[in-house]
């Protein structure tokens, strides 16, 4: 049984599909029924005792400073390749952060903090089990270990979410793989999580961490956060208009 220590949070786009109203606040900041939403991140992270917490910054990167005051133990660390490269940019600044550590994203809202619970059997994603299909990245498994991933989803299988955790060994694995693609390849358009599910499956033996859907809400554009908050129902009418 390994322990996380440590989280990464991925906070560096911009959310173009929450536009116009992350024109001026960048989207883990965005408030949901009053709430940011990396606030429900941050304090699900505290609530299982994970205090040493690293911010990555791009878009608006100034704003998230204010956390540094806010929450003991949280850093912010700046991505200067944000606005050219994909999300492996982001943990490429953080790759030094890796081992023991919980990684996530910031433009999420936490309902169940026990998903983020520190202790982990094997490294791998939090996972809902899908039975009647999906067109998110879906994993198969078999005798609890990742056999592969389909970024078009399917049938029957492990739809993965932007929780994950990695162990010492496998954290130090990612590091080199991240290093690897990064430096030396310069495939710099591709998701994190390409690293370890396609570009070097053979490096790791996931597994997954079954949680339940209403556990956790994946917010990615403005149509999806009225559902949640009707509030902004007013933003979703200014971008239909000028779609128009």
């Known amino acids: 049984m390994y322990k996380v220590e440590r989280a990464i949070i991925m906070a ?6 929450m ?8 989207k883990p900041l965005v408030k949901v029924n009053g709430v940011r939403m990396i606030d429900t991140v941050i304090r699900g992270l505290h609530e299982n005792g994970i205090y040493e917490i690293y911010v990555v910054a791009g878009y608006l990167k100034e704003q998230f400073y204010s956390l540094e005051k806010e929450y003991e133990g949280l850093k912010v660390i700046e991505n200067p390749y944000f606005d050219t490269c994909n999300n492996i940019s ?17 433009d999420q809202m936490i309902y169940n903090t026990h998903i983020l619970r520190p202790e982990f059997e ?17 994993q198969q498994v078999e005798d609890g270990i990742v056999t592969s991933c389909s970024r078009t989803g399917g049938q029957k299988g492990w739809q993965l979410y932007s929780v994950s955790r990695w162990n010492e060994e496998d954290g130090k694995q990612l590091k080199k793989d991240l290093e690897y693609e990064f430096d030396q390849k310069q495939n710099r358009q591709i998701y994190w999580d390409d690293v370890a599910l396609f570009c070097h499956p053979e490096h790791y033996k996931l597994g997954v961490m ?35």
């Not at 536009?19 to 960048?26: A, G, I, Q, V």
């Not at 550590?101 to 910031?106: E, H, S």
Request: proline fraction near 5%; charge should be negative.
């Open 90 to 106: 982001s943990l490429y600044v953080a790759r030094d952060h890796i081992c023991n550590t919980i990684i996530l994203d910031g």
């Open 122 to 138: 094997r490294s791998g994603y939090n996972s809902v089990y899908v039975e009647n299909g999906t067109d998110e990245w879906l």
């Open 12 to 17: 560096a786009g911009f959310g173009s599909r």
């Open 210 to 244: 079954p949680m339940q859907a209403s556990d956790i809400i994946e917010i990615d554009g403005l149509d999806e956060l009225v559902k949640v908050d009707p509030s902004y129902t007013t933003y979703l009418e200014v971008k239909e208009n000028e779609q128009k």
């Open 19 to 26: 536009s116009p109203l992350t024109l001026e606040t960048p």
